[in-house]
T-cell receptor, first 115, second 110 residues
Framework: NAGVTQTPKFRILKIGQSMTLQCTQDMNHNYMYWYRQDPGMGLKLIYY???????DKGEVPNGYNVSRSTTEDFPLRLELAAPSQTSVYFCASSHRAGASTDTQYFGPGTRLTVL | QKEVEQNSGPLSVPEGAIASLNCTYSDRGSQSFFWYRQYSGKSPELIMFIYSNGDKEDGRFTAQLNKASQYVSLLIRDSQPSDSATYLC??????????FGTGTRLTVIP
């Protein structure tokens, strides 16, 4: 299993540009998540999905959009890039079989710079 | 008040010593607690989770949970230079999502 994969690894955007960060998992996990991590900070949840066709906002959703058309893929869309969106973006997935404990598996991250 | 608070460090310990990492949380209803390790430039990886009061041991790592004090800690015995990383505490909230602390940077000095 490749686990959670993310593309691209690095990207530089100009203010106002748009892009999609790709995330794919091959573990057949129901739940998927997008986080951002600013330098020296913890991870903040942007959006999450509990299954195909279902998404919900996390702690910091403004400026982002997501979709979940398949179990495997959970792309994150930035429509009008702003310098405040310069960050490292991590995608994660988990099984969530109803137990109270659950492990999230993280992708390698996408380092985004908006200039 | 932040959901999860950690001392950002850096915490420096000599090789072979015990490293003690601490975390407090604000949601008294939280049930599940996780410790992740993150090497510089890498993604977080799970070390262990705990959901019952008391201690849970896994190799050189021991997680300790005190729900009454809203406190969770991670002890690393016989610290090695390879343990040098940022340790993230994460707590499952009522919405069943993880809230992460800002992390404690640990340096193990050979």
């Amino acid at each position: 299993n490749a686990g959670v994969t993310q593309t691209p690894k690095f990207r530089i955007l100009k203010i106002g540009q748009s892009m999609t960060l790709q995330c794919t998992q091959d573990m057949n996990h129901n739940y998927m998540y997008w986080y951002r991590q600013d330098p020296g900070m913890g991870l903040k949840l942007i959006y999450y999905s509990v299954g195909a066709g279902i998404t919900d906002k996390g702690e910091v959703p403004n400026g982002y959009n997501v979709s979940r058309s398949t179990t495997e893929d959970f792309p994150l869309r930035l429509e009008l890039a702003a310098p405040s969106q310069t960050s490292v973006y991590f995608c994660a997935s988990s099984h969530r079989a109803g137990a109270s404990t659950d492990t999230q598996y993280f992708g390698p991250g996408t380092r985004l710079t908006v200039l | 008040q932040k959901e999860v608070e950690q001392n950002s460090g850096p915490l420096s310990v000599p090789e072979g010593a015990i490293a003690s990492l601490n975390c407090t949380y604000s949601d008294r209803g939280s049930q599940s607690f996780f410790w992740y390790r993150q090497y510089s430039g890498k993604s977080p990886e799970l070390i262990m989770f705990i959901y019952s009061n008391g201690d849970k041991e896994d190799g050189r790592f021991t997680a300790q949970l005190n729900k009454a004090s809203q406190y969770v800690s991670l002890l690393i015995r016989d610290s090695q230079p390879s343990d040098s990383a940022t340790y993230l505490c994460a707590v499952v909230t009522g919405a069943n999502n993880l809230f992460f602390g800002t992390g404690t940077r640990l340096t193990v000095i050979p």
